[in-house]
């Protein structure tokens, strides 16, 4: 007989039904769950920081579990309640892990500040999100005080730091203009603190986390990811077919916690038991190279330029990394070129993965298969290049400009649309966005606002964000393929194409080049040499024919200018709007 307590109603399409619920226990894992068995069940695993103090600090996941329950007790004391926005504005290291845990554990919701972002965005954010207090590297407290008077919610600021280090913070309190306000350093807060804490149970909704977009366009808007939702991305990411992430791997995100939390590594290393590496502000070759050998680092996370800039350093100074054995690569799209070295150089499997801030942000990645051990190189670069397939959880779907849904033939490109448990479902403290839409049977999708193709196998690739595609004469050309090609020339270190205006064609691509060796004479974006010299000549036509060799002819750009830097955004990606802003009449001033 059915035991009716264990029944629910719901309506179907074909009427009201009677569910039967399953008889589990209501446990749901939580964010401090993680690293209470990573505690418990791999104790003596280690997490291992390079410190701003200037060493490199190691401790277990048992110590890290105790200090996050004095930090849980010293939290409590300084009043802080569930829901209440606590920011962090630090380099990954392990006082920053330990914020992660006990701010999300207590209830209350770690907000993580991108130290890149303008001065007038870092003061939106934190005065948007509420901020009550800010736990804060040393080397960021001078961001701080020239808005600090307009940071109303801020009761005060806890530097993390050891005590001997403490740097002089009176100017800060006279800046906060609020007499109760108060600066602390972490290591006296938790001295004071009982290493005992009993967890609140919380709904697996609860939010646990809040992330900005960095805002190309308009101010950065929040992304509030829960307990469940974190777990869940943690759970699929450490898979085989995804990260593979056990308690054998050693892993450094090199990607810093500050956005969209370290692509969750702090998570799926607690839940894997894993060697967690925090490489600090250490994010040039040398302090990566050290830190590698130190640890033995197999698997590595972050965006294409960081390993350019690794590998450039390698071959200068002659230098192996034999532990690592794979380097996950998302944020922007894998050049061949990069690919390529990895491999030949290294023997490292470039795995490349698509995210964002508001897919938490792993959604697809191309994982090593045993098919790929019987392709040749290029054909398995090919898949290296594109952007892998989703995680079981995550759906993908393409989309014309009518709502429909675009073939699957690695050709036909749309713009991409995303759903999920690790998806967001609206922006913080903002009106329902128009980048939710819904599909033919009533499924909201979020719009990413990528263009993309999908092959027959699911490989994803992103063609280009939708403001970035150049429109000439009604068709599309892909500045991120182009930029790829052109990084596949010898004498060329960074690449970046806009669409400028043409009078014939709309808009037509114009290439900038940051050339490797550098040229002899100085250009900047801001100032490009009015003069052409003999030797950019000689470069300029080198890439043009060598471009002809790679892209369509009708995709060639009008124009490539040499600079000394591009400029960036605060997540280290092109920044192209200011390109655009400066460079749009620029073929019509040619003329
Ligand atoms: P963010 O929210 O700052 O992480 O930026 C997300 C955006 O980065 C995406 O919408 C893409 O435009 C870009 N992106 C991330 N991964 C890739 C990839 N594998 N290929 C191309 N673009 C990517």
Redesign the pocket.
């Known amino acids: 007989m059915m035991n009716r307590s264990n029944a629910q109603s719901i309506t179907t399409s074909s009427g009201d039904a009677d569910i039967i619920m399953g008889q589990m226990m209501p446990c749901p894992p939580n964010i401090p769950s993680l690293l209470e068995y990573a505690a418990h069940h791999h104790s003596t695993q280690r997490i291992i920081s390079r410190r701003l103090e200037g060493d490199i600090h190691s401790y277990s996941y048992r110590d890290a579990y105790r200090r996050v329950c004095q930090l849980a007790n010293a939290l409590h004391t300084l009043g802080v309640k569930v829901g209440d926005r606590i920011g962090t504005l630090a380099w990954n290291g392990y006082r920053h892990f330990e914020c992660y845990y006990a701010i999300s554990g207590i209830g209350a919701i770690c907000h993580t500040i991108n130290p890149r972002l303008y001065g007038e965005q870092i003061e939106y954010i934190i005065r948007h999100a509420e901020d009550e207090y800010l736990f804060v590297d040393a080397c960021f407290l001078n961001l701080l005080t020239p808005i600090l008077p307009q940071l109303s919610s801020v009761k005060g600021i806890i530097v993390l730091i050891d005590e001997s280090h403490m740097p002089d913070t009176h100017d800060l309190i006279i800046a906060s203009k609020q007499s109760s306000f108060i600066v602390l350093n972490y290591e006296a807060l938790l001295n004071g603190a009982g290493s005992d804490f009993n967890w609140p149970t919380l709904p697996p909704d609860t939010a646990a986390c809040l992330c900005y977009?960095?805002g190309t366009t308009g101010n950065p808007k929040g992304v509030l990811y829960s307990h469940f939702s974190t777990v869940m991305h943690a759970y699929a990411s450490r898979n085989p077919d995804a990260l593979n992430v056990s308690a054998d791997t050693v892993v450094m995100p090199v990607v810093p916690m500050y956005?969209?939390c370290a692509w969750g590594m702090p998570y799926i290393a607690a839940m894997a038991g894993a060697t967690l590496v925090l490489p600090g502000d250490g994010m040039d070759g040398p302090a990566l190279y050290e830190l590698i050998e130190y640890a033995k680092v197999e698997l590595m996370l972050g965006v294409p330029t960081v390993w350019l800039r690794l590998l450039e350093y390698l071959e200068e100074n002659h230098l192996q990394i034999p532990s690592v054995k794979t380097v996950g690569?998302?944020?922007?799209?894998?050049p061949k070129a990069l690919v390529e070295a990895l491999d030949k150089q290294h023997g490292i499997y470039l795995l490349?993965?698509?995210?964002?801030?508001?897919?938490s942000?792993l959604a697809?990645l191309g994982a090593r298969t045993k098919a790929m051990e019987n392709m040749s190189d290029d054909e398995r670069y090919h898949i290296q290049t594109?952007?892998?397939k989703p995680m079981f959880g995550i759906e993908i779907e393409i989309f014309d400009d009518n709502n429909h849904v675009v073939t699957h033939d690695g050709k036909s490109r749309g713009f991409?649309r995303v759903r999920g448990p690790w998806v967001l479902r609206d922006y913080y403290k903002t009106d329902k966005a128009n980048a939710f839409i819904e599909d033919a049977h009533g499924n909201e999708w979020f719009d990413?606002?990528?263009i993309a193709v999908i092959d027959e196998n699911s490989y994803l690739?992103?063609v280009?964000?939708a403001k970035d595609v150049v429109k000439s004469g009604g068709e599309w050309i892909s500045s991120?393929d182009l930029e790829n090609a052109a990084l596949e020339h010898e004498s060329v270190s960074e690449a970046c194409v806009i669409g400028v205006k043409h009078v014939k064609w709309d808009e037509r691509p114009l290439l900038f080049v940051v050339p490797h060796p550098p040229l002899t004479h100085k250009q900047s974006a801001d100032h490009p040499e009015p003069q052409v010299s003999e030797q950019e000549l000689t470069l300029k036509e080198s890439i043009q024919s060598f471009l002809a060799t790679k892209v369509a002819k009708w995709w060639l750009p009008d124009d490539i200018l040499f600079v000394n830097e591009l400029p960036h955004?605060a997540?280290g990606?092109l920044q192209k709007r200011t390109l655009r802003d400066q460079y749009w009449e620029y073929l019509i001033q040619q003329k």
Request: proline residues 6%.
């Open positions: 977009t960095s956005h969209v690569v998302g944020g922007a799209a894998s490349p993965i698509w995210g964002m801030t508001e897919t942000p697809t594109t952007a892998g991409l990413t606002g990528d690739k992103i280009d964000r991120i955004t997540t990606k």
